[in-house]
């Protein structure tokens, strides 16, 4: 059961040929034999599970309709409010407070849907992180490796859903952190347009750059998740006031009529062979040769820098000042450093924020996708300080965000791909323009079916 998809599994258990339970209790199983090894979970949600599924079957039983994702396990990173549960937000600090009295907007609408909450997921300190490595509560591990990092921050997440724990899971990106789990972890992973999914109940990074989205193992299912989550929510001030547009009716559509290049300039630096490899097996699968620049890429990137510094820091100033000891110490120096940036500095990145976002959406009246890489290798070893970048050796941990973050920086909607490269996985971007997920996710599917694209199983 574990390498069943989400698709396969409301369709077995609508149609009534495996019950719910039977799957929650598969996956609750899978998570107390396997999550030693891979440090996903930081709460499993058993006794909620179990009644949510039986209620479920009890449903069927009477003959009720069931919902798309019946009886489909999930989790999600632990800035989630999941009600019972405090919010920790990967924090020492966090997991002092009161329990949440009500599940996140997301959580509620999977719920609905007919999806089975098992758990909340490992995560990098308040979302600023990209390797997954967590000092409260340990790192996750790759399931490909278990002495690789997973990415992050949402590390749990990647690493849950790659280990065949749970076939879908949400987390947060505010830099890159569903896109690079999706890479390292080779699974499929959607930032949505900024603003389209609701962020209620969750606990912030960057308030200007957050999203929250999927992961899964197939396009399909990430379409499916992604379509039953949209629609405006009052209780989050940023959810654009828009109708939900379903992606997966026009799925199978694939490239049809779509004008796709690749970026060149800026993102062809610092990839490895890995990287170099993906993206020319993606052309290839595509047979695309158009190359499009995006102008000043370097600068957004340093411009996005100063932002989540400043704005994370922000958030954190009352916690730094009265718990400072409690912090992950990498963590407290950047939020530190963030609270000191000069004011003018930050006024100027915004500024150039703005204009970056005029030019970027330009090239969409000439393109309708963009493909760069999702990182510039495979993923590194846990503990891991630095790598070699453009052949100069480099810290790792700023660097591994290097093509993601001039993306979140505009707020545009990008589809990840694993591509099943060996020993690792690595994952490419799939970028539309605002509000066409369908688009990037057409791309994503069709790379699937031509068999370029797909979520190796690992041998735990």
């Given at each position: 059961m574990e390498w069943m998809s989400a698709t396969e599994i409301a369709r077995a258990v609508s149609h009534g040929e495996r019950s719910a339970l039977s799957f929650t209790e598969a996956a609750l199983t899978r998570i107390k034999n396997l999550d030693k090894k891979l440090n996903a979970f930081t709460d499993v949600t058993a006794k909620r599970a179990r009644a949510k599924a039986s209620a479920l079957d009890q449903a069927r039983s009477e003959g009720q309709l069931l919902g798309p994702l019946a009886g489909v396990p999930f989790a999600v990173k632990n800035l989630f409010d999941v009600s019972g549960l405090p919010t920790r937000a990967g924090s020492k600090i966090n997991r002092k407070h009161a329990a949440a009295a009500r599940d996140a907007t997301l959580v509620e609408r999977l719920e609905a849907a007919g999806a089975v909450l098992v758990g909340a997921l490992n995560m990098g300190e308040y979302a600023y992180d990209f390797t997954g490595e967590n000092v409260h509560d340990g790192a996750s591990r790759n399931p490909h490796d278990l002495a690789h990092m997973t990415g992050g921050s949402s590390g749990g997440s990647g690493g849950a859903v790659a280990g065949g724990l749970v076939p879908l899971a949400l987390g947060s990106d505010t830099n890159g952190s569903i896109r690079v789990p999706s890479s390292f972890c080779g699974i499929f992973g959607l930032k949505p347009t900024y603003g389209r999914l609701s962020r209620a109940r969750t606990f912030p990074f960057v308030s200007s750059f957050d999203h929250l989205g999927p992961f899964a193992r197939t396009a399909k299912d990430l379409a499916l998740a992604y379509d039953i989550m949209q629609g405006n929510d009052a209780?989050?001030?940023?959810?654009?006031?828009?109708?939900?547009?379903?992606?997966?009716?026009?799925?199978?559509?694939?490239?049809?009529?779509?004008?796709?290049?690749?970026?060149?300039?800026?993102?062809?630096?610092?990839?490895?062979?890995?990287?170099?490899?993906?993206?020319?097996?993606?052309?290839?699968?595509?047979?695309?040769?158009?190359?499009?620049?995006?102008?000043?890429?370097?600068?957004?990137?340093?411009?996005?820098?100063?932002?989540?510094?400043?704005?994370?820091?922000?958030?954190?100033?009352?916690?730094?000042?009265?718990?400072?000891?409690?912090?992950?110490?990498?963590?407290?120096?950047?939020?530190?450093?963030?609270?000191?940036?000069?004011?003018?500095?930050?006024?100027?990145?915004?500024?150039?924020?703005?204009?970056?976002?005029?030019?970027?959406?330009?090239?969409?009246?000439?393109?309708?996708?963009?493909?760069?890489?999702?990182?510039?290798?495979?993923?590194?070893?846990?503990?891991?300080?630095?790598?070699?970048?453009?052949?100069?050796?480099?810290?790792?941990?700023?660097?591994?965000?290097?093509?993601?973050?001039?993306?979140?920086?505009?707020?545009?909607?990008?589809?990840?791909?694993?591509?099943?490269?060996?020993?690792?996985?690595?994952?490419?971007?799939?970028?539309?323009?605002?509000?066409?997920?369908?688009?990037?996710?057409?791309?994503a599917d069709a790379l699937e079916q031509a068999g370029v694209a797909a979520a190796p199983r690992p041998k735990l």
């Open positions: 209780d989050d001030p940023a959810c654009a006031d828009r109708p939900a547009e379903a992606t997966l009716p026009s799925l199978s559509r694939g490239i049809e009529g779509l004008r796709i290049a690749i970026a060149g300039g800026y993102f062809r630096k610092g990839a490895s062979d890995e990287t170099r490899e993906a993206m020319q097996l993606v052309a290839k699968a595509l047979e695309v040769k158009r190359e499009i620049e995006i102008p000043e890429v370097a600068r957004a990137r340093s411009a996005a820098y100063i932002i989540t510094a400043t704005e994370g820091a922000a958030l954190h100033l009352d916690r730094l000042r009265k718990q400072a000891k409690d912090f992950d110490p990498a963590v407290r120096d950047r939020l530190i450093a963030g609270a000191m940036v000069p004011a003018p500095l930050v006024n100027q990145a915004q500024k150039f924020r703005r204009w970056y976002r005029e030019q970027v959406l330009k090239l969409f009246n000439e393109v309708d996708i963009i493909l760069a890489p999702a990182t510039p290798c495979t993923a590194p070893k846990i503990g891991q300080q630095t790598f070699v970048l453009e052949g100069v050796e480099t810290p790792l941990r700023p660097n591994i965000g290097i093509y993601t973050q001039p993306i979140s920086f505009i707020g545009l909607p990008v589809a990840a791909a694993p591509i099943p490269l060996a020993p690792l996985p690595i994952g490419v971007q799939i970028i539309a323009a605002p509000w066409r997920e369908d688009l990037a996710l057409r791309v």
